[in-house]
């Protein structure tokens, strides 16, 4: 039986937060621990250059993600680890995709509107070009799923239309890739604002964070009087509207989009019936939020603590990191130069001798 392949990665721009763990880590950890899967996990470096960045810390941080998916998990004897940049197959696949892709159908992706409302000076060919390279990334593995938060849905939508593309144009049989659900999709920022982001100071918690540091990040947390009504969000359109409830506070009659924070975290580490209880108690007696974050606190430590120090443990062999990313790409470009020999004969360019 030939096994499923799978792509995912996370870009070299920070440590890892709960948002990358729920959203995408968790599902990157159980596909590996599937035998009908083969998995493919890469550090986006290549992705991290279309927002500012500084060398060396680009250096140390795509180094640091790949200690961080081997503390989560991810055992280089089952998944093949590497930097896309060590995978120059990518690039070439991405250029081809670009032909069938217009300029008008990138513009109006939300990911990029909101990278340029972010960086307004930086509105770059790589930034626009992000989901094409994506579809690269994915597709030169020929991978069927891919475990990413819902934030990833219309990049995955891009990566399907091209992928139709060239099979109707070219006669190829590229998969049309599916995202992998995780019941952490979209981990909310701690903020009430948004999703939990790694460029939103304040917003996250780090899978290096301790104790002291996630109490006082939960004590941040905006709250409300503790009493209020609940209203399910029934907006299918709406990114994340599964993990989306309004808490409307009774006193103030506004919505507390901390509180939703919370209770997403409560959920997620404790399982929906302590969500449910603390719900109830919302809705009747009150919520005690210092009670509820000290105890929070401890149970989101409590989980990433063993990471933490997995993390610290793989850090102290030299020399590791980097012969498991070797080794991941190397057997990575096996893979991808299949790919690309195969599409390159397909467009007709292989005949034109462009790079064979
Ligand atoms: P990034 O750090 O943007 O490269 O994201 C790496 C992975 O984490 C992607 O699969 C994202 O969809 C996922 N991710 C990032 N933030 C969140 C979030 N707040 N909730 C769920 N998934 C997330």
């Known amino acids: 039986m030939t096994k499923k392949r799978i792509l995912s990665g996370m870009r070299a721009t920070g440590t890892l937060h709960l948002g990358n763990y729920f959203g995408a880590a968790k599902g990157m950890v159980a596909l590996q621990d599937d035998p009908n899967y083969k998995t493919f996990y890469m550090v986006a470096d290549l992705h991290a250059l279309?927002?500012?960045?500084?060398?060396?810390?680009?250096?140390?941080?795509?180094?640091?993600?790949?200690?961080?998916?081997?503390?989560?998990?991810?055992?280089?004897?089952?998944?093949?680890?590497?930097?896309?940049?060590?995978?120059?197959?990518?690039?070439?696949?991405?250029?081809?995709?670009?032909?069938?892709?217009?300029?008008?159908?990138?513009?109006?992706?939300p990911t990029f509107k909101e990278k340029v409302k972010q960086y307004p000076e930086n509105v770059t060919m790589a930034l626009l070009n992000y989901p094409v390279l994506m579809a690269a990334d994915i597709l030169v593995y020929q991978a069927e799923l891919v475990p990413v938060g819902i934030d990833q849905e219309p990049h995955l939508e891009i990566a399907r239309e091209i992928a139709r593309k060239f099979n109707s144009q070219y006669g190829l049989s590229l998969p049309e890739p599916k995202r992998f659900q995780t019941s952490g999709e979209y981990v909310p920022s701690l903020t009430g604002e948004g999703k939990m982001s790694k460029s939103m100071p304040g917003s996250f918690i780090a899978l290096t964070d301790d104790l002291e540091t996630i109490k006082k990040k939960l004590a941040k947390v905006p709250t409300d009087s503790g009493k209020g009504k609940i209203k399910t969000i029934t907006d299918t359109k709406k990114?994340?509207?599964?993990?989306?409830?309004?808490?409307?506070?009774?006193?103030?009659?506004?919505?507390?989009?901390?509180?939703?924070?919370?209770?997403?975290?409560?959920?997620?580490?404790?399982?929906?019936?302590?969500?449910?209880?603390?719900?109830?108690?919302?809705?009747?007696?009150?919520v005690r939020y210092g009670e509820l974050k000290t105890y929070l606190a401890e149970v989101i430590y409590n989980e990433i603590k063993?990471?933490?120090?997995?993390?610290?443990?793989?850090?102290?062999?030299?020399?590791?990191?980097?012969?498991v990313i070797e080794s991941g790409a190397k057997k990575a470009r096996q893979v991808a130069g299949e790919t690309v020999r195969m599409v390159r004969q397909a467009m007709g360019i292989a005949q034109l001798g462009i790079n064979s």
Do not use: C, W
């Not at 991810?74 to 093949?80: A, G, Q, R, V, Y």
């Not at 120059?88 to 992706?109: D, G, I, K, N």
């Not at 063993?306 to 012969?323: S, V």
């Open 50 to 109: 279309t927002t500012p960045f500084n060398v060396e810390e680009l250096r140390k941080n795509r180094h640091n993600v790949i200690a961080d998916y081997l503390a989560i998990g991810l055992d280089p004897e089952k998944s093949t680890l590497f930097f896309q940049s060590m995978v120059p197959e990518h690039v070439e696949l991405a250029y081809y995709f670009s032909t069938v892709v217009s300029v008008a159908r990138m513009q109006h992706l």
């Open 239 to 286: 990114p994340g509207y599964q993990a989306k409830k309004r808490y409307i506070d009774s006193t103030t009659n506004q919505e507390s989009k901390g509180v939703l924070a919370l209770m997403t975290l409560v959920e997620l580490f404790e399982g929906k019936e302590k969500r449910v209880k603390y719900e109830k108690a919302y809705e009747s007696s009150g």
């Open 306 to 323: 063993p990471i933490q120090e997995k993390k610290r443990e793989i850090l102290t062999q030299p020399g590791y990191i980097d012969e």
